[in-house]
């Protein structure tokens, strides 16, 4: 962990993360990488998760293997992405 | 440090802070779908609105009133948990105050008409000053240095500003001075906006930030909501209004000067720069549109009427 807002009842497991904030009680689970992200509070990621410029939304689960902001056509099709490049996932756009 | 004395001893004690959180704000994109803008998180811990709340706290104004209105559960939850702490039996509160249709069929329809339809709560509360403030602004500020030059000036109502680049000032609301810094005009983001005299690339801006003696407010209130053509916004109405019928004096403060507001509100970086406050000073000619011949409370008026309300267990 590098670089990072981490907040109390955070739990990353084997994890990578930098240049980041984790809210409250956002769990990181085993060989995941997130890098110059925002995750909102209670945020769920599983394994083998890589996220770069992401902004996580409140209770949203990330299932395992899934990659959001490296291939920025592709986030825009399932997910919002900035002008300025960043990529916003909600729970709704997860069908959570 | 003098200002500061004046601000901490009562008059912070006599000042209402009502935070504007209703809006529905729209360049936060899909984050405010679900909860109005300053209810989204921020730093780790927290939500926007605890830094306007913060300040007010830590400027020693524990009265202090939210305006709610859209997707405003989130931002409730909020409110009831975090900051449940001041406790009414000393007349110290944060407040809901969820738009209710109190007075007639509508909604809150603008800044100033959400102000407007709790004066019965404001008046209630007796402050002697109104501080209007909105719950999506991530800044530092020691309120009691604004409310302390307020009162210097025997103003009826202070705007707090920042200078900036003429092409940023373009989203705000600009402050037009003359040579003796008075405010003349006040445009809400305006295609040319007026410079500074004598120096063409910098704009005056207002924060938003605005602090009323209660009994000017509730004229002023009184008048834009009887005005049809108003929509009923503080920035576009109500201050444009009170500008030319005032004489305007801006006052600096080299101790604000670090003050800075930055970018919650926009997705593009806000300006910074050095803080100014302007204060629309004693009425230079009494006009007869405005309750005739009340300009702001003397200090000493101010004084004997803080004695006598809203007294508090000394700090």
């Known amino acids: 962990m590098t670089d990072s807002l981490v907040s109390s009842g955070c739990l990353v497991t084997e994890g990578t993360v930098w240049r980041s904030v984790l809210f409250s009680n956002v769990s990181i689970a085993e060989h995941s990488v997130v890098e110059d992200s925002v995750l909102f509070p209670d945020v769920e990621i599983g394994r083998h998760v890589r996220l770069r410029r992401v902004i996580v939304d409140k209770r949203c689960r990330i299932p395992d293997g899934l990659r959001a902001g490296f291939d920025l056509k592709l986030d825009r099709r399932r997910f919002q992405v900035s002008e300025t490049g960043v990529t916003l996932i909600m729970s709704t756009m997860l069908g959570q | ?315």
């Not at chain 2, 600009?174 to 003796?180: L, P």
């Open chain 2, 1 to 315: 440090m003098l200002d500061r004395l004046i601000s901490t001893t009562s008059t912070t004690q006599a000042t209402y802070a009502m935070v504007l959180a209703g809006g529905r704000g729209s360049r936060l994109g899909q984050l405010t779908d679900n909860r109005a803008k300053p209810a989204v998180p921020f730093g780790g811990k927290f939500r926007i609105i605890d830094f306007v709340l913060s300040n007010c706290v830590n400027s020693g104004i524990r009265r202090i009133g939210v305006a709610t209105q859209y997707k405003a559960q989130s931002l409730i939850q909020h409110l009831k948990g975090g900051w449940g702490f001041l406790d009414g039996r000393f007349g110290e509160f944060v407040d809901v105050l969820p738009a209710q249709q109190r007075l007639e069929d509508h909604w809150y329809r603008g800044t100033s008409d959400a102000v407007y339809q709790n004066l019965d709560l404001l008046r209630r509360s007796g402050p002697e000053l109104v501080l209007v403030l909105a719950g999506d602004h991530i800044y530092k500020m020691d309120y009691g240095q604004l409310i302390a030059a307020h009162l210097r000036n025997s103003a009826d109502m202070t705007v707090a500003c920042l200078e900036t680049s003429i092409c940023e000032a373009q989203a705000f609301g600009v402050m037009g001075i003359d040579e003796d810094r008075r405010i003349i005009r006040f445009k809400e983001k305006p295609a040319s906006p007026d410079p500074i005299p004598g120096r063409p690339d910098t704009a005056l801006v207002s924060m938003g930030i605005y602090i009323f003696s209660a009994p000017f407010l509730y004229e002023q209130l009184a008048r834009d909501a009887a005005d049809a053509e108003s929509s009923h916004d503080f920035g576009k109405d109500l201050i444009p209004y009170a500008v030319p019928r005032f004489r305007v004096s801006p006052i600096r403060s080299p101790k604000a000067a670090s003050a800075r507001r930055t970018g919650a509100t926009s997705a593009r970086s806000m300006p910074t720069g050095r803080l100014t406050w302007s204060s629309p000073g004693r009425r230079l000619i009494s006009t007869s549109t405005i309750g005739a011949g009340r300009s702001g409370l003397s200090r000493n008026s101010w004084r004997r009427r803080s004695s006598r309300g809203w007294r508090m267990a000394p700090a």
